[in-house]
DNA sequence: ATCCTAAGATAGACGAATTCTAAGTCAAGA
DNA sequence: TCTTGACTTAGAATTCGTCTATCTTAGGAT
């Protein structure tokens, strides 16, 4: 969004057309969009974008740090443009819906010196999974 | 191994050279093989085996709960034979490697109430990420 | 020991998701 | 306005996995 777009200004990133749809399709709270969902919301708004596109700024905003790959499933990759705050994703084994969530503790803290095998580790990214209202 | 034939063999798993073959590769901690990397495995010692029967044992084998299928990148699956006791895993960033390890506390325990959306939560799972010592 | 037959194996076609390539287009600084 | 390198495009190619039609075989029945 605004917010976005000014910020990737402000990085230098050459502006155009193709890249502020984009943007724009990935705005929101709970967006998790795969590639051809962002192609297709594109598409309505700028027709002639092309697939590699979506790919190529798709790529360019998660390695910015502005948005998250997120592969929750065998299937598609999701993009999460909620990049800002850490949270931790909560998915239906029925329908795929996924909900961001926010687990209290550092999930890091659980894994001794001894589980760590000389890792320096950075990160830890939990998928919890169960059925959702609608499924259940 | 040994221990894995028996235990199919008696649920009634019908015994062939490339099931028996899969089932022999997949043994051993730490082992996170993807689909053709057992399939090239399992040709060192039975060349004619097809990466169609790898595929439809590793589903087997997965269905029957004897080993994992792990996703740690957006590439290829991996199938880890340890499914006896609950474990994370810990990947390099550098070099994709992966440990087996062992969190302290339950990891769904993280999760509060409030952060359910009304799901019937049932499993975590949890993905450490750094750089392993031989990247460091 | 041999026969039968459903379960399993095979090669290769197919499909989805993603990446690559070569050529055309354009944003933005000079 | 001009220039140029960065961006976009269509479509081919790649990767990972599934499906299909046909052939083979494990293991119980005879």
Tied chains: 1, 2.
């Excluded at 155009?16 to 590639?35: C, F, K, P, S, W």
């Excluded at 999460?80 to 084994?93: G, I, K, M, T, Y």
């Excluded at 803290?109 to 589980?115: G, I, K, R, V, Y």
Aim: charge should be negative; proline fraction near 5%.
């Amino acid at each position: 969004m605004s917010d976005l777009l000014e910020r990737l200004r402000g990085r230098g990133w050459r502006m155009t057309a193709q890249r502020r749809v984009v943007a724009e399709v990935l705005d929101g709270d709970h967006v998790h969009l795969t590639a051809d969902e962002v192609h297709a919301r594109a598409a309505q708004r700028l027709p002639e974008i092309s697939r590699a596109t979506v790919y190529n700024t798709l790529g360019e905003l998660v390695t910015l740090g502005e948005i998250l790959e997120v592969a929750t499933d065998g299937r598609a990759k999701r993009y999460d443009p909620n990049a800002h705050r850490p949270h931790q994703h909560l998915v239906c084994s029925a329908c795929g819906t996924i909900r961001d969530v926010h687990p209290t503790g550092d999930p890091l803290a659980a894994l001794p010196a001894a589980e760590r095998f000389g890792f320096a580790v950075a990160s830890a990214e939990v998928t919890y999974r169960g059925l959702c209202p609608d499924c259940a």
